[in-house]
Each structure stands twice: as C-alpha cells, then as structure tokens.
C-alpha cells in the first residue's frame, strides 16, 4: 500500500473539517478571530451558547464556584447539583435528574435506564429502542447506533444491536413501533443534525399514544432542541405531550460540558448505586454553569421575547423565500432554524462568513441559523439586510 497520508503540521486527528477561522474572544452575539476581526455568531457553538458569549451571569456563579472547589467526586454531596437538579424538576414534568458530561452520554444514560426499566418491570423480553431514520443521537458506540444515518455507521460494524430504525413523520409505520419486544423510542422533536426537520404535531399525538397504550417509554432528545432554543425551556411544551425521559446538554451550561437525563420517578428508580455512574458528571463547575443559565432562561418574559424575536425572524425569512428561488423552504421552531436552498449550503456559508456572519449547515443543502437567544432584533435585522443584500447580488440582473 502506498502511503497516501498527507504530512500535516496539526497533531490532533482529523476527526473535523475546520473552517479556515480561529476564534480567540466572544462577547455577546459577536466573536473575534485571531486577527482582530468580528462576527456575528449565528452557529453559537452549534445551539450551545444559548445566552450568548461569556454571558456575565454564568461568569459570575463560575467565578464564585471557581474560588472554593472544582472536583469532589459523586460520593459527596454536591450543592449546585442538587440545586440545579431542583431546578431542572421545578421546570419541568420530570421528577429527578442524572448528570453527565455530554448529549452522548445523555443518551446513553436513556438507554440504559430504557433497558433496566423493561426488567424491572417484568419485561425481559423488551430488549429493543425505536429511533427514526436521519436522527442523530450522539457518536459513542451505543448512540451511533441509536442514531439512524449510515453514513455515520460507515466503518463501525458490527453496531450495538437493538435499534430499529422507522420513518420520520411517519404515520403508517407506527404500527411497527410495538412489537412485542419494544421498551422505548427515542427521537428528536426537530431533526437538528439530520437537517431540521421538525416532528408533526399529528405524527407526535400518535406516537405518544402507542407508547402509553404499551407501556412503552416516550423519550426525548433534547440536546439541541432544549434549553430555550425553540421559545420555550424545552420543545415537547409546544408540542402538548407527557414524555418519560428527556436528555439536554448543549445549552444547558452555556458553553460549559454538562449532560443531563431527566426522567419521571417510576423511571428513575431503576438506576440504583452501582447501576450507572460518572466521573466528572454534575461536577461542582459545570453544575454552578447550569445553576445560572437555567435561573437566567427561566426569568420573567425571557423567553416570550425569544418567540417575538423568533416569529419576527420568521417572516423576515419567508419574504426572503418568496421573492428568491434560491430558497426552497423556511422550516424549524424558534431559534433553531433551517433554510433550505437548491445550492451547497457549504457556499452561503463561505459568503456569509465573509460577511462577517457565521451560520452553519444541516445536510448538504440546509443553512442551519442559530442565533444566540440574547440576540437583539437590531443584530437579527443586521443578519436579515446582509443576506438580502448577498441573495440579490448573486441573482445578478434577473430579480
Ligand atoms: C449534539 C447532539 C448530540 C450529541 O451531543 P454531544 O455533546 O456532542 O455528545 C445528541 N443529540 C442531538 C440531538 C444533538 O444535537
């Protein structure tokens, strides 16, 4: 075999395609490179700076956290744990919280709670979870599996088994969901990696009620869609339904690692000492981060001027639909938004960034658009001027 492998200066394995940017100080909606020059981040760390860059009132719990203890361990008591724990359960129809460090591990522990469930049920026999194709559910062994791309599977078989794969937004095939040997699905309300692609409402109803009518647990991942990103703390409010287990992470420590897996307390109780465990997870630091930034979502009329912003945005993006071909379509809920145009999303980016905006891409086709929730409505009609401006422009004559 020749070798083919190209002699490159970076030691970190080639795991990202890295846009040509090194980002050193953020502030707010805007980043600055290496080289002085400011952007509008529109990609928030994908969906994880949620309140912005170096929000002052994480910095400040991080800071007081920061002078009295980092690490102790979860065989103590942990303070900002159980106080974020309280207010993840105050906000939400779940009764007790595990902490992790990512969106992986999240699913993970949702998994294996899933799994333990059915057994501790009297259910041996229920040994498989339901995802949908073009989900993503995170890239350990266990979540890649869960997740229902083959591109991401590409060079890892044999996968966990387990995992059944059915259409999304799919209401024929949810007579597939029960089959005897089902204990859980798992989905997101907005396919965000796969390329924002929100769940029907109608589809959501009757998913929910095959899951009851079995006993078959609804879960959620929420790693991106939570954490205020769609206009309220968490996606499944707008959507009207009960789920068992929801998993967060992304925004949930504004930029600090932090996973969670919430879960109602007949699920809960299947993790017992010794079933489950992690080192770092809900660690005295990313907790203090997690403290502050749901305090801060949870404030009064925070994120009812989220949906203003986000239903203003919305329109802005439709006209820009109607009056451009390049725009196919306007989808997703709140802040969590995919353009998809009939060109290389990978293009607008590059014109965009040049422009001093950064957004990202969902797919081949889709901009994803995720401001940071603080984002002003002069910032978000700054962003709406400067792609008209490059849409026109590269119609040339013919608009
Ligand atoms: C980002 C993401 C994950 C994976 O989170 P990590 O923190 O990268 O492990 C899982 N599910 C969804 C929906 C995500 O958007």
């Known amino acids: 075999m020749p070798n083919t492998v190209e002699t490159n200066e970076t030691k970190i394995m080639n795991t990202y395609k890295r846009f040509p940017l090194t980002l050193v100080r953020g ?41 009295s203890l980092w690490h102790c361990s979860n065989l103590y008591h942990i303070p900002n744990q159980e106080k974020l724990a309280s207010l993840l359960t105050k906000n939400s129809l779940f009764d007790q919280v595990f902490f992790c460090n990512s969106g992986a591990e999240a699913n993970e522990a949702a998994i294996k709670i899933a799994k333990k469930y059915a057994k501790d049920q009297g259910n041996p026999e229920r040994v498989e979870i339901v995802t949908f ?18 591109k991401i599977h590409q060079g ?37 990696e796969g390329g924002v692609f929100p769940a029907t409402k109608n589809w959501i109803k009757e998913l929910e009620k095959v899951c009851k009518e079995n006993d078959i647990l609804l879960m959620l991942d929420e790693v991106q869609t939570g954490m205020g990103r769609t206009g309220t703390l968490f996606a499944h409010e707008q959507y009207g339904i009960e789920p068992d287990v929801i998993t967060l992470a992304k925004g949930l420590g504004s930029g600090f690692p932090i996973g969670a897996m919430l879960a109602k307390a007949s699920v809960a109780q299947s993790f017992q ?58 989808r997703g809920l709140g802040l969590l938004i995919g353009i998809q145009l009939c060109e290389e999303a990978g293009t607008w980016i590059n014109r965009l960034r040049n422009q001093g905006i950064l957004v990202l891409a969902a797919g081949a086709n889709v901009l994803r658009v995720l401001p940071p929730l603080t984002t002003t409505k002069d910032e978000l009609e700054y962003f709406v001027e400067v792609f008209q401006g490059l849409l026109s422009e590269t119609e040339g004559m013919t608009s």
């Open 273 to 330: 000492p010794g079933t489950h465990g992690s080192t770092f997870g809900g660690n005295p630091m990313s907790t203090s981060a997690g403290v502050a930034t749901v305090e801060f979502l949870t404030q009064n009329d925070f994120l009812a001027e989220v949906q203003e912003k986000s239903a203003w945005l919305r329109v802005e993006l439709e006209k820009l639909e109607q009056s451009h071909q390049v725009i196919e379509e306007v």
């Open 27 to 67: 502030k707010g909606s805007n980043v600055w490179d290496d080289e002085g020059k400011k952007y509008l981040d529109y990609s928030s760390g994908i969906a994880t700076c949620n309140l912005g860059h170096v929000p002052s009132m994480v910095k400040e719990k991080i800071n007081e956290q920061f002078e």
């Open 133 to 150: 194709k073009q989900s993503f559910h995170g890239r350990t062994g266990i979540t890649m599996a869960a997740t229902g791309q083959e």
């Open 156 to 192: 890892f078989t044999p996968l966990t088994p387990g995992f059944r794969y059915l259409p999304y937004n799919d209401v024929a095939t949810l007579k597939e969901v029960n089959n005897g040997k089902t204990t859980a699905v798992l989905l997101e309300l907005i396919q965000g």
